[in-house]
């Protein structure tokens, strides 16, 4: 299929997924604490605008309650919080030394290509969007898992976390405009009381190891040192 | 008058046993140019020893007083079940050679725990040398006798010897083997050199003779007998089976005799052999004895496989 | 369907209760009189199933069908018997001062809200408010593992909490595949109902659903403990207060194998081939086998028995990804009985580690001696999780042997293997603990024995014969999973 | 019948439930347990004696298992004559348990574990023969292996015995295991598990053996055959007595009946080469059964080695009808069965016999070492009567029952010229010398257990206080059994008669018609081949040795001089210059020595400075098992090695975990699409 063919929504949406996708590899290559939390409410960002995109051009009124949510969620309260935890535990000076970076970059690379891959037998149901926006969704989560298997900051592997929400919530709008209302309020709560108990989390280790570096938490292993 | 023949039969076996002996001392003792006390020594012993005093050690318990008598009434079980002079008598139906075997096995049994009853350093080695050995020449025996049985294929002796006399005189190799076997093995059993020697009383060479030390009297002379008796049925064995001819097959008189004095040759025969061995051969280190009594068990097993692959018509 | 609501709306209230409550001194109490009244409306609603079949709320918004039905009982039977277990080990913790009232206040609430994550999986019809109960779980119990607040336990949290989320996260990719492909043959907002798609399955496009069960196999999986997505695990079950290793044991790992399950067969009606059941046996058999390796190596007595539910899960998994009506059977009983053995395990190794003040199995010595009836307890449950007759297990894993030697025979020798070792494991660190002289310093405790016998009685009953009406069940049920009768 | 045989189950479950009761309820009277025992013994005896006369199958059906597979029963003359053991050595038990575990009973709980797995132990065995279903046999099994796993570590706190209670319910797990799986492969061409389905399904012969050497790995592991006995001398003694006896005596037997059903029963044809295996395995076992069991100082230990061995003779009895059978020839197949089964009946009678007298002794003396007893048979004349009788039995010397099985399967053996094959025409013949061999080691080896147990001089102060025990009952039971084992030995006609009826069933063919079973004599192929008469020699030995007796009592009255043991002048025997047991079997020992591990040490220190004179000597004899060293531990090492190797995958690191669900979601991926 060629571009122009398509309407300006598609079009929007095709941009939108690559900006989304874009953001997660920002996101990977991200060093700085501080800096990953605002690309990460960047990330937020764009998923509201593609909802709030969606609901308007399919006018599904459903979606902007959604769209609200995310924003209120993902743009506002979760950057907030570990801003603030970033701050108090101040470590947003210090640069965490990502062992090859290049490595991981080209990972996330042939991840994005791989999820291609995976989801080529949809084209068959459906058109090229569908599989592009799926495809850059599934990439978003195996790069948000790639963002916190290099990262050693238990911030990195929250903002980790919350991108493969944020990913599976692109996927539900692109692909299926969405979830039933009930699902979609449900999931919000979850990643709200989620989002909370990180929170909390934080304060714990804190207190039990003095750090957030979660590469000290081992002492459970079944190998004999 | 089977019954009572049998009975005739099985007494005179055990009123010879004795002579046998005698005979046996005779012509070592000729051997080995000695003045050789008569045949009837042995009887004057047991006839002395019966009349003594038996004295018991005050550890003894009841089964010391008891074995000697199992001893010898198990020895004339066995007696009574070996064709002696004719064969197809009625008590050799009671028990066959596997049973022959459980006789001298009852015996040696109580021979042992007598040994270790009183509770001497003498007894203990006596019986364990005596467990040992036996215990090792007991398969070599059945296998040398298997392979008469299997060729008559059956394992009731009087059945076997008549069926060698009927197929008459046929050179088996399977039989050449059994026969070694046999005779190693009679000399390990009788306690015989080069395996034991019964006139020493040495203890670091005394087998036999260390599990009766304790014994005196009565009891000793049962025991002598009943070992005179074990040398007698290991030769009339071997006679009987491998050079059955003569042996009386009908309760006539004159083949009854012709039968008596067909065994008494052989035995002499036997004795005579028996005493050149002893007297060429030394005695053996015990811990040599398994190598020997391996060979018999060889020599067994060799006559078996022979019998197996090369006789039994196939 | 008013038992359903009033279940769900009962345990929801406790929560709020709970939180609420000051610091009542016979909150223990209470909790096991809420769970008892769940535990009746559950049978009630058993009853009404077993006779008028399949429910479905108006709305369609709840599905009680002859599979979910008795796990919802043994859910709320466990969930019961647990509770009694807790009164007793809690107000222990108390007196040693391992918890403060305030945790205690968590500790119940959180009880009831897993309780209701745990309904709401099962009663649920929607596959969306499946994933929603599912993450509730974890989030419930998230905060129990580390109520003890030591470094290890909030460990064992933090990887809990990432690691299932994760997991879960691809969970809930793999429903939203489900809901696209089912969007894609005109599915509107039901098109996440169980019911509806279990009616199109045939239609839905099998490329999609492939790859959908995929990510639910990998999300549920990793709750369910699927090597080697089970690191969380033994961490989470030996780190937590051991009433919550029971329920985590005997209920969340059950209701994750639901959910696989209730994809699995919307995946079997769309692809027409086996794949799914595959996947499934292949997971299974690797967790089986590498679980079993890893019991040798334990020190810590809870830790050993969460490595033996992750075998078992193993094996249920197995007998399911097999299909076949027997197999399906035999991992129907199977979930049942260890659900139930295992509690009991739990309970025994709750009061044992109380006992001795440790959960190190080298500091767990002559139970028989110390508090007979612990240590009888425990080697008796051990010998039944580890399959002897005439315990339930022995008969389920009988029967997935059977069906393995029917299907796959080159793989019976494997399962025979596992289970041998397995034994050895569990019994070379059980047998020290319970058997020895009795060690000076210890002393018997006060314990509610009852759970125990109860659960151990009801696996020996289900071992001689299974009661007619559990079988018909089981037949329906089977019938249901696997479309073919036995 | 049917009733006969449930009411000795139920009898003895409800015997185990009493113990039980009794913990909560003391006044309930303990008697009651070994009352219920007695009577499920005797129950057990007549249906046994009841199902071999009829010789006919009762079946029925249980409403419990599987819904769709209920618990399929059957009675059959093999059964029978297994019930009919267990009756006997039940019964006996229920008279020797009462004094016995009351002298043992440290608590009312100790007590409600000893009789209630007691009950158990005993109804899972029955259970076991009830079987007709591969469902029920592996639960009537377990059962069986369960409860006798908790007697076996009743006496729990010696480290030693938790230690061999462990290794016992690891084989039993592993054998069962391997027994499920044989049925399994049986069960995969059948339609379902009833034994009619096994006895009809159709496999190839490949198959087949497989299924045999599965069963015979499974069951041989529970019989304690070589080389995979080793649990067992380590299990059957630490139990109590009578529970050594059931276990040593009985459960072996109930392995032999697995084998003889699963082989002779439900496999729809036999081979040749499984009777070659199964007589190699089987004297392989006897032979090195029994010199293992002379190395041993601990009586209990040496029994069960000694059972070991009697498993062995039996296995190679069945090996030999085996092949007869694959051969078409049925009434030497038939005959062989007869003397394995007859063997399989009076090992049970003079082991429990042994077992129990060993238990007295060790009652009495609290002593089991044979090398610290001595002189017993002044003090304990009763005992020790009953125990000569059992050494005499066991050491198969004539008149006693041992004798007759052993002469049944010399007669087997013999038999090999009827058969083509040169293999089995120069195997059998072998194995028949290695019988003949175990015979006399074991004469040899009781010889030993007797001489050193009751003769000689007390070794020890324990042997030297040993009083005759008091409790009439205890000896009643060990008095029954050598009865039997004298009654069987000289009438052995009365069991074979109902043995035959076995062979009828299993083989379908009897002994030979021209066979003779009479009162007076047994000769089991024809009177010209073979004949035993122990009652015609019974009478000729009495007579021999009243005659002489008389003879030299009656006629010439020599009274008999008591006097001290003659001490070659030196002066002061002690009991420490009698022969110990290591020095009795020293020349074995060493001939044999290639059998063995032995580690044999001696320190001499000198007297100081000068040295020249010994001033003590030290002497250490430690004998090992080879499949110990060379089976077991490597299983063991091996297993321990895997699972560490296993334990890396678990860092601890959380980003390894995340590591491993990413990498499986790709590879799953990849695989379906």
Known sequence: MNIESQDFYTQAILSMSALVGLTSFLMLGQGRLLRLIFVFALQGLLLTLTTGLSAYSLDNPHLYISAVLTFSLKVIFIPWMLQKQVLEMNMHRDVEALKNNTAVMLGGASLMVFSYYVLQPIIHTSSMIMLNALAVSLSVVLLGLLLMISHRQAVAHVVGFMSIENGLFFAAIVATNGMPMVVELGVAFDVLVAAILFGIFFLHIRISIDSLDVDLMNKLHEVDK | ?314 | MIAVYSLLLLSAASIVFFALSGHKENMGKFNTRINGVSLVITIILAMTVFNQGTLLSSGKAFLIDSFNVYLIVLTAFVGFTTSLFSEAYMAHEIELGKLTQARLKLYYSMYQGFMLAMYLVLTTNNMGIMWVAMEGATLTTVLLVSLYRTPESIEAAWKYFILCGVGIAQALFGTILLYYAASQIGGSDNALLWSVLHEHATELNPDILEIAFVFLLIGYGTKMGLVPLHNWLPDAHSEGPTPMSAVLSGLLLNDALYAVIRNKMLIDGATQTHIAGYLMMGFGLVSFLVAVLFLHRQKDIKRLFSYSSIEHIGLMTFAFGIGGSLATFAGLLHMTVHSLVKSAIFVTVGHASQISGTQKMTGIRGLMKTQPKVGWGLLVGTLAIAGFPPFGVFTSEFLVFLATMHEYPWLTPFLLLGIGIAFAGLFRHVQPMVYGAKPEDKTAINANLMPIMVHLGLALWLGIAIPSFLSSWFSQATLLISGSAL | MLFLAYSAVIFSFASGSIALVHVFKPEVHQQWVFWLLGLSGFAAILAGVGGLITSQTYLDTLNLGLPWLPWHIHFDSLSALFYLIIGIAVFSISFYAPHYTHAMQKDAQGFAVLSLFTGVFIGGMLLVLLADDAFMFMIAWELMSVASYFLVAFDHENSANRRAAFLYLLMAEVGALLIILAFGVMASFASDFTFDALRASHLSTMWMSVAFILALMGFGMKAGLVPIHVWLPEAHPVAPSHISALMSGVMLKVAIYGLIRFCFDLLPEVHWEWGVVLMVIGTLSAVSGILYAMMQQNLKRLLAYSSVENIGIIVMVLGLSMIFLANNYPELAALGLLAALLHAFNHALFKNLLFLGAGIIHHQTHELNIDMLGGLIKRMPKTSFLFLIGCMSISSLPLFNGFVSEWLAFQTALRVDVLDNGVLRSLIPVSAAALALTAALAAACFVNVFGLTFLGVPRSRHAEKAKEINDKSMLAAPAMLAGFCFFFGIFPSSILHLIDNVAKQLIGSNLPAQSVLSFFSIAPLSAQQASYSPPLILVGALMAAGVCFWVLHRKLKTSVRIAPTWDCGFGGLTPRMQYTSSAFTMPLRRIFSPAFLIEETIEKTMRSHTQTNVEQVRYSLHIQDHSWIHLYQPVEHGVNRVAKQVGRIQTGNIRTYLGYSLATLILLLWVVS
């Not at chain 2, 059994?178 to 006139?199: K, S």
């Not at chain 2, 012709?258 to 005695?283: N, S």
């Open chain 2, 1 to 314: 008058m089977n019954g009572l023949m049998a009975v005739v039969q099985t007494a005179l076996f055990v009123a010879l046993s004795p002579l046998l002996m005698g005979f046996l001392k005779f012509c070592k003792c000729w051997l080995q140019n000695r003045r050789a006390p008569s045949f009837l020594q042995p009887y004057r012993d047991l006839l002395k020893l019966t009349y003594k005093q038996p004295v018991i050690s005050q550890e003894a318990s009841w089964l010391f007083c008891v074995a000697p008598y199992l001893i010898f009434t198990a020895m004339i079980l066995a007696a009574s079940v070996v064709p002696f002079i004719a064969v197809d008598q009625p008590t050799s139906a009671e028990a066959d050679v596997i049973v022959l075997v459980g006789f001298f096995a009852f015996a040696r049994f109580f021979l042992a725990l007598a040994g270790l009853d009183i509770g001497t350093a003498f007894g203990g080695m006596g019986s364990s040398r005596e467990m040992t050995i036996s215990s090792l020449a007991e398969p070599a025996m059945l296998m040398a006798v298997f392979t008469l049985t299997m060729t008559a294929s059956t394992t009731n002796l009087s059945g076997a010897i008549e069926h060698v006399l009927q197929e008459g005189l046929i050179l088996r190799p399977s039989f050449v083997f059994a026969l070694f076997a046999l005779i190693l093995v009679t000399m390990a059993e009788t306690g015989r050199i080069p395996v034991d020697n019964p006139t020493t009383h040495l203890e670091l060479t005394m087998i036999h003779e260390a599990m009766i030390l304790e014994y005196s009297g009565r009891h000793l002379a049962l025991i002598e007998w009943a070992s005179a008796l074990k040398l007698m049925l290991y030769g009339v064995l071997i006679s009987n089976i491998f050079f059955p001819w003569g042996i009386a097959e009908s309760f006539t008189l004159s083949a009854l005799g012709y039968g008596l004095l067909a065994i008494l040759g052989k035995l002499v025969f036997l004795c005579i052999f028996l005493a050149l061995a002893e007297t060429a051969v030394a005695k053996m280190r015990l811990f040599r004895v398994q190598e020997y009594l391996g060979f018999a068990y060889l020599l067994g097993v060799l006559g078996m496989l022979s019998h197996i692959i090369l006789e039994s018509t196939r």
